[in-house]
């Protein structure tokens, strides 16, 4: 290991990669803090999967397929599940019918257990066009978490129109458009589409009276419709058009604590669980007796706060 921080330019680089810019070194700790996510992730899922049951979701609205998903692996990323489970009312055993895309749900699956989205050709699913349907599909089942990770999805598209707007447009009508009629007044996937039009703003960006300029102009001004999100849209463009972004887009990372939900860090929503099936007294007693996996990979858990104080 270096014994000093390198140096490049007079900056003193914080993570011994020579970057050149405060900037830079910001950006890669941004990148080892999201790395450092997804290993976590993975590794909590393992242990959760060990020892949980599975349940039979049928995704689809006529045509259903059936995924087969670890109980507790649903029930710690979605409070929506966690619900259902809880309710024995509702008679939720095996199996669950929802009425999402099939190809949506095996995106979120892929994401409670990997932490990333299914790596195959867009064709052959949603592509990344889902990317919105997904946030609003993490938005009803609970899981702020995937809302969060599905939006820097979206912001790293935008930071791909910046460099190639040519393959990678933005911002676009229907994209727009998109973000607007599936989510509530307020979302933050509304905010991001208004702030992009603010920094971009289509109305300056195209040839005044262009095909293009009149339809962006059609739907950002003219009457009420009878489409709330469109006015809803033309009333939120109206208050940020005129923004002074100061040269940084929305989507850089500066901004981006203001487009993610609150989220309980996944390790404290796995105590949450463990805990309301079992006391932290069970749990110790069982895990001391060290005949039972489950107890002593959930009271490795409890203790992890201890064990990090003793370090």
Known sequence: MPSQKRKANGHVCECFKAHETKDECEKQALVNEREACVAKHRAITAQIILYSETVEILAGSEDKQTFIVHRDLLAVHSTYFLDLFMDKDRGVDKQISISIKPSLFADFVSWIYVG????????????????????????????????????????????????NP?????????????????????????????DSLSYKNPLHKNRKGSAA??????????????????????????????????????????????????????????????????????????????????????????????KAEQE
């Not at 676009?172 to 458009?177: D, E, L, S, V």
Request: glycine share 4%.
């Open 166 to 194: 040519t393959k990678f447009p933005w911002p676009f009508i229907n994209g727009i458009k998109q973000m607007y009629s599936i989510t509530p007044k307020e979302s933050r996937l509304r905010k991001l589409a208004v």
């Open 213 to 306: 300029w009149k339809e962006w102009k059609a739907l950002l001004t003219g009457q009420h419709s009878q489409e709330a999100w469109i006015n809803d849209l033309r009333e939120d463009f109206a208050l940020e058009a005129g923004k002074d972004w100061k040269k940084i887009p929305p989507w850089d990372d500066q901004h981006r604590d203001d487009y993610m939900e609150k989220e309980i860090a996944l390790e404290d929503r796995w105590e949450e669980q463990m805990l309301l099936a079992r006391t932290i007294a069970a749990i110790k007693s069982a895990a001391l007796a060290k005949t039972d996996v489950r107890s002593i990979i959930e009271w490795a858990h409890l203790q992890r706060g201890v």
């Open 116 to 163: 990333e989205f299914l790596k195959v050709e867009n064709d052959a699913l949603e592509g990344s066009a889902s990317v919105d349907d997904l946030w609003d599909w993490g938005r009803f089942f609970k899981a702020p978490a995937f809302q969060n990770f599905c939006m820097d999805d979206c912001r790293t598209y935008c930071k791909l129109s910046d460099i």
